[in-house]
C-alpha cells in the first residue's frame, strides 16, 4: 500500500530563508505525488505535482519540488519565504488513476517577522 | 476551472439530528468523489469513494449507516450524518475527479465544518 511520511509536524522558518519541508513516499510502482496547502478553516489548494515527467517540479508561489526515486523523497523547498507561505502543507501520493489520494500528517510552517 | 464546491460551509447542528453536506462539481462531471474527514490540526482521513450511479465503497472504520453518501448525478455527491452527535463534530472535505480532466487529478471542495452540540 502506498503512503507518505511527512518529517515534522512543525517547520519555523525567519522571513526571507529557505523553506524545506520534508516528505518521504512508499509505493511498491512509481507513484504521483502531490503537494497541497490548506489555510485555516479552508479546503486545500493544490501547489504542484510530480507525475512522471520532469522530476524538478515548479508550482505556484514560487514552491518547488524534486522527486528523488533513489531516496523515495519529495521533499517541497522556497528560496524566500514570505509571511503568507505560514499555512499546513500536506503531501499526498497516488499510484494510479483509479485510486485516491493519500495524504500525509502535514506540516504546519510558521514565518517568523 | 475545475470548482467544486461545497454548502454548508458550516452547520450548527443538535445532537440526534442529520446534517447533509452537499458536494457539487461546477464546471466539469465528476465520475468519483471522495469524501474526507479531517479533525482539528491533523490530516485527512478518506471516509469513503463513489462512483456516480453506484453504491459508495467506505474505508475500514467507517459506519456506512452513520454516514450516508449519494452520488446521483455527475455533478453532485451528498453526505449525510444521520443520528449526529458531538464526537461527529469535524471538518468534512469533498473532492472531485473527472473523465474529461487529468484522470490523475483530484480537486477539492472548500469544506463544511460541522458542529454538534
Known amino acids: 500500500a502506498q503512503s507518505v511520511t511527512q518529517l515534522g509536524s512543525h517547520v519555523s522558518v525567519s522571513e526571507g530563508a529557505l523553506v524545506l519541508l520534508r516528505c518521504n513516499y512508499s509505493?511498491?510502482?512509481?507513484?504521483?505525488l502531490f503537494w497541497y496547502v490548506q489555510y485555516p478553516n479552508q479546503g486545500l489548494q493544490l501547489l504542484l505535482k510530480y507525475t512522471s515527467a520532469a522530476t524538478l517540479v515548479k508550482g505556484i508561489n514560487g514552491f518547488e519540488a524534486e522527486f528523488k526515486k533513489s531516496e523515495t523523497s519529495f521533499h517541497l523547498t522556497k528560496p524566500s519565504a514570505h509571511m503568507s507561505d505560514a499555512a499546513e502543507y500536506f503531501c499526498a501520493v497516488r499510484v494510479s488513476g483509479n485510486t485516491p489520494l493519500v495524504f500525509g500528517k502535514g506540516t504546519r510552517l510558521s514565518v517568523i517577522a | 476551472g475545475a470548482v467544486v464546491s461545497q454548502h454548508p460551509s458550516w452547520v450548527i447542528c443538535k445532537s440526534g439530528t442529520s446534517v447533509k453536506i452537499e458536494c457539487r462539481s461546477l464546471?466539469?462531471?465528476?465520475?468519483?468523489m471522495f469524501w474526507y474527514r479531517q479533525f482539528p490540526k491533523q490530516s485527512l482521513m478518506l471516509m469513503a469513494t463513489?462512483?456516480?450511479?453506484?453504491?459508495?465503497?467506505?474505508e475500514q472504520g467507517v459506519e456506512k449507516d452513520k454516514f450516508l453518501i449519494n452520488h446521483a448525478s455527475l455533478t453532485l455527491s451528498t453526505l449525510t450524518v444521520t443520528s449526529a452527535h458531538p464526537e461527529d463534530s469535524s471538518f468534512y472535505i469533498c473532492s472531485a475527479r473527472s473523465t474529461g480532466r487529468t484522470p490523475y487529478e483530484q480537486y477539492f471542495g472548500p469544506g463544511t465544518r460541522l458542529t454538534v452540540t
Open positions: 509505493s511498491s510502482v512509481p507513484p504521483y
Open positions: 463513489s462512483n456516480e450511479g453506484s453504491k459508495a465503497t467506505y
Open positions: 464546471d466539469f462531471q465528476a465520475t468519483t
